[in-house]
C-alpha cells in the first residue's frame, strides 16, 4: 500500500462504511476502506431482518427519521447499478385489538408529515384478502408500497467491490488499534500497517466508540440491543406475500413475519439490551417468544419449521438517535449508534457524510465515468437455455456444489475471485449452505474450492475468519459450534 497522505479513511466495512466508502468513490479521492474482520459485512450487516423500511415508523423530530426515508428512496437506483437481491414486497402494519388502533394513525401521520405517498388504512377484509393467512382476529391495518425486502450482505459486497472497482482499497482483516493526529494530519495504525490520511470516518458499528476514544473523542458509550431471527423451511414460500408488522412499542417495531428476497420466511427480531456487545448467541426463551408472537399475526407458524437462527446487536447510544458529524478532533467523523434503521438509512448516510467531508474542506471532483461491475451469475435464477449455453461454455456450471439452493461450482469460484475468503463469505455471496440442510452437503466442496483457488491448506479455511477452524488437524483447533 503507498505511504502518500490518502484523503479519507474509512473505518468499519458493514453497510454503513461501505455504502461511504462507494459514494466517495465517485469522486477523485484517495480512501482506504478498513475492517478488523475476516470480509466485508460480517459485523452487525450480515445478520439483520433485511428490510429497507418504508419510512413512516419514525417521525421526523429525529436524524433517524429523515434518513430513513430519504435512504428507502435510493435503494432502486443502487440495486440497479450494483444487482443485489432487492423487492419492493410492501408492508402491512396490523392492529390486533382496538388500543393498537392509535399507533396505526401515528403511521399515518407519519406518512403524511414526510410526504410518503400511497400509505394507506385497509380495512379487515383487504387485509385478509390481500393475506388470507393473517389472524382472523386481525382488526385493521397499515399498508404501505414502499417497503422492501434486501439481501443485506449482498448489498455491502456490492458497494464494497464497485467501490474498489473506483480506485478505493479495501482491507479486511485489519482491526484499527490505535489513531493519532498530529496536528496536520491523522496515523492510523492496524497490527499490519500504518496509514496517514486527512479524515477519518468512524464507522465502526459496535466499536465506534473505542475508535473515538483512540482518536480521544468521547462522549458516547455503544450499548448493545440483540435481535434472534429464526428462518424457516422454503416450503413456507408464499405463506405471506407483505412483511407483516404489529403494532410498534416504544424500544422496537415487536417481531415481524418476513418474506425474504431468497423465498424463505424469517421471524424476529427480539430487541434484549445486552452488556457483552460480541454476544450473538439465540436462545430457548427468544425462540418461544419470537414464535409467540409471530403467531398472534400468523397463527400456523410452527417452530418445527426453523432452519436456521442467528442474532444480531444493533449499536445504540444514549437518545437512541443516530450520531453523526464532526468532532472536536479535526477531520474526524462519527458516524455512531447505527441501530435500525441503519440499513435502510444507508445510502442516506452516505450522501449526507460526504456532504460533511465537503464542509469541511475536502475537495470532491466528481469522475468524468465510473468503472461498472458485472453482476454475479446466479444459475438458479437463469432460463433453462441460459443454464444449457452457461454450462457448454464453462464445465464449472455443470457441477452443482449445493443441492438445496442449486448453486454451481462455477458461481462458488467467481465469488472466490470477486474476494470471498471464508465458507462464510461464500454463502453470503451465493447462498450455498443456506438451504434447508445448512450445508451438510455442500460444506466440504467449498472447502475445498477455497483451499484449491486460495492456494491454502484446507485445515485453514475458516467458517468466518481467525478461530473459526472447520477441519480439525491443528493442535489448536476447535470446531465451531455455530450454527448460524
Ligand atoms: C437483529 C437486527 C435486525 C435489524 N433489522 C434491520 C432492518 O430490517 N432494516 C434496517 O434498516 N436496519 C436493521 N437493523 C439495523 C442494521 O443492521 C444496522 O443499522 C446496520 O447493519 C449497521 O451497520 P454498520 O455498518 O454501522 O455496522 P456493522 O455492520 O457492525 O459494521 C461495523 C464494522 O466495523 C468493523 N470494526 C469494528 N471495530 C473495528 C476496528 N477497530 N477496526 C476496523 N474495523 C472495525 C466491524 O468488523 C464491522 O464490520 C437490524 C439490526 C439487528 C441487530
Known amino acids: 500500500m503507498s505511504n502518500s497522505l490518502q484523503d479519507v479513511v474509512v473505518v468499519g466495512a458493514g453497510i454503513i462504511g461501505a455504502a461511504i466508502a462507494h459514494e466517495l468513490s465517485r469522486y477523485d479521492l484517495s480512501v482506504t476502506l478498513l475492517d478488523g474482520e475476516a470480509e466485508a459485512g460480517f ?7 433485511g428490510i429497507i423500511h418504508g419510512g413512516h415508523h419514525t417521525d421526523t423530530e429525529s436524524l433517524k427519521g429523515r434518513l430513513e426515508w430519504q435512504g428507502n428512496q435510493l435503494w432502486d437506483s443502487l440495486c440497479d447499478e450494483l444487482g443485489f437481491g432487492f423487492a419492493r414486497v410492501g408492508e402491512l402494519t396490523v392492529a390486533l385489538t382496538e388500543a393498537d388502533l392509535p399507533a396505526l394513525d401515528r403511521l399515518i401521520e407519519n406518512a403524511e408529515e414526510k410526504d410518503i405517498s400511497g400509505v394507506k388504512l385497509w380495512s379487515r377484509d383487504q387485509i385478509r384478502a390481500a393475506e388470507p393467512q393473517i389472524t382472523r382476529g386481525v382488526i385493521a391495518g397499515v399498508f404501505s408500497p414502499h417497503t422492501a425486502v434486501v439481501n443485506p450482505y449482498e448489498a455491502v459486497f456490492g458497494l464494497v467491490e ?6 478505493v482499497t479495501f482491507m479486511a482483516n485489519s482491526p484499527v488499534t490505535d489513531l493519532h493526529h498530529d496536528g496536520n494530519s491523522w496515523t492510523v495504525t492496524t497490527p499490519d500497517l500504518t496509514l496517514g490520511c486527512r479524515f477519518v470516518i468512524n464507522a465502526a458499528g459496535l466499536g465506534a466508540s473505542t475508535i473515538a476514544n483512540m482518536a480521544g473523542v468521547d462522549g458516547f458509550e455503544i450499548r448493545g440491543r440483540k435481535g434472534e431471527e429464526y428462518l424457516l423451511d422454503k416450503r413456507l414460500r408464499h405463506l405471506v406475500r407483505h412483511i407483516i408488522y404489529p403494532c410498534p412499542t416504544p424500544v422496537s417495531k415487536g417481531t415481524l413475519v418476513i ?8 421471524l424476529g427480531p427480539t430487541a434484549d439490551d445486552v452488556s457483552d456487545l460480541s454476544d450473538t448467541t439465540t436462545t430457548t426463551v427468544g425462540e418461544s417468544n419470537v414464535f409467540n408472537d409471530a403467531r398472534r399475526l400468523v397463527p400456523s407458524l410452527s417452530e418445527r419449521d426453523i432452519i436456521a437462527q442467528f442474532a444480531g446487536t444493533r449499536a445504540t447510544i444514549e437518545g437512541d438517535d443516530f450520531l453523526i ?8 467523523i462519527n458516524v455512531a449508534g447505527i441501530q435500525s434503521p441503519g440499513l435502510t438509512a444507508a445510502p442516506a448516510i452516505a450522501r449526507y457524510v460526504t456532504d460533511l467531508l465537503q464542509e469541511a474542506g475536502l475537495e470532491m471532483d ?4 465510473l468503472n461498472p461491475i458485472e453482476r454475479p451469475v446466479h444459475f438458479a435464477s437463469l432460463t433453462t437455455d441460459e443454464q444449457r449455453t452457461l454450462a457448454d461454455a464453462d464445465e464449472r456450471y455443470r457441477h452443482v456444489v449445493c443441492r438445496c439452493e442449486f448453486v454451481t461450482e462455477g458461481e462458488v469460484c467467481d465469488a472466490i475471485e470477486r474476494g470471498a475468503t471464508t465458507v462464510d463469505g461464500l454463502k453470503f455471496r451465493t447462498r450455498a449452505g443456506m438451504g434447508r440442510c445448512q450445508g451438510g452437503f455442500c460444506a466440504t466442496r467449498c472447502i475445498e474450492l477455497l483451499s484449491a483457488d486460495l492456494g491454502i491448506e484446507m485445515s485453514e479455511v475458516t467458517k468466518r475468519g481467525p478461530g473459526s477452524w472447520l477441519v480439525l488437524d491443528r493442535p489448536d483447533a476447535e470446531p465451531t459450534k455455530d450454527r448460524s
Open 43 to 49: 459485523g452487525t450487516s450480515k445478520a439483520n431482518s
Open 162 to 167: 464497485a467501490a474498489v472497482a473506483n480506485t
Open 366 to 369: 466528481p469522475k468524468p465515468s
Open 325 to 332: 458529524g464532526p468532532t472536536d478532533a479535526p477531520g474526524f
Open 259 to 266: 418474506p425474504t428476497y431468497d423465498g424463505t420466511i424469517m
